[in-house]
Structure formats: structure tokens, C-alpha cells
């Protein structure tokens, strides 16, 4: 199995709701993010990602954590960002839907440990390094569909 390393994006409204997208190739709903392009920074990567999902740009404001994932040969850097510009698309080429999330409230549908990191994201954390084991069913999903 590969290395991968992705990048995402915890964004929240004035109401202090979490950004999700819903993603096309596997119907949860997910942080805005993806995969690191070969010769990408990881800021460079994050807010790739956050405009070809989202429509928006977005500015970071601080890198909450390195999430390992030892089951999925994954590193995943979760950063804490704010929309500075573009226009938020719906139904795009990656993400069949956005919407704001209260953070008390997540859909069950997930992918899995993103309700991990937001709940990082909500507790403070900045720089943290987190080891993640996969017990939910999505992520036994995940890891047969390779995503």
C-alpha cells in the first residue's frame, strides 16, 4: 500500500458552524480537502483543494494537527482556515453538495475521524500530532474502496 498525505480545512461561519462537503465519489459528507500533488507544499495543497471543492478562498490561520492513520499508510494535516474570496459552488466536479454543520450536531454519514479532528479543532488544539485507529465502519469502507 502507498503513501498518501492529504490536506484539509476546518472553516467556520459567523454562527460558528463547521463547512462540509458532500463528496461524489463516496456519498459522506467530508472537511473540505484531498490528496497532496507531487511538488505541492501543504499549504499550497489545502487551499487547492478547499477552491475546487468549495468556489472559496481561503486563508490559513494555523495548522491544528498531523493525524496518522498506520491502517491506511495516511498522513493527514488538518488546518484552521477562514474564506477570504471566491464564489461557493454547488454540485462541482468533486462535491455534490456544502453546507454548515453545528459542530454538536455532525451528520452520521462521515468520513471516517473527521469528527475527531473537528472535536481537536473545537478543543483548541494547534500543531498536535494524533494517532488515529480505525474502528468505524466507514473506514473499513474506505479502506476496500482504496479512498
Known amino acids: 500500500m502507498r503513501n498518501t498525505v492529504g490536506c484539509f480545512a476546518v472553516i467556520e461561519d459567523e454562527k460558528h458552524d463547521i ?7 463516496f456519498p ?5 480537502g484531498g490528496r ?20 472559496c478562498d481561503v486563508e490559513i490561520d494555523y495548522l491544528i494537527g498531523e493525524f496518522l492513520r498506520p ?12 474564506i477570504v474570496g471566491g464564489t461557493s459552488i454547488h454540485d462541482g ?22 469528527k475527531k479532528q473537528i472535536r481537536s ?9 494524533k494517532t488515529l485507529h480505525d ?7 474506505q479502506r476496500m474502496l482504496n479512498l
Open 71 to 82: 491502517s491506511m499508510n495516511d498522513k493527514q494535516y488538518v488546518y484552521a482556515c477562514r
Open 19 to 25: 463547512l462540509l462537503v458532500k463528496r461524489k465519489d
Open 28 to 32: 459522506l459528507w467530508d472537511l473540505p
Open 121 to 129: 479543532y473545537r478543543r483548541g488544539c494547534i500543531r498536535i500530532e
Open 93 to 114: 466536479v468533486e462535491a455534490r453538495k456544502l453546507k454548515y454543520c453545528n459542530p454538536t450536531f455532525l451528520p452520521v454519514f462521515m468520513v471516517a475521524n473527521r
Open 135 to 141: 474502528k468505524h465502519v466507514f473506514s473499513c469502507l
Open 36 to 55: 497532496q500533488a507531487k511538488g505541492e507544499t501543504l499549504e499550497e495543497c489545502v487551499l487547492r483543494e478547499v477552491k475546487e471543492e468549495t468556489g
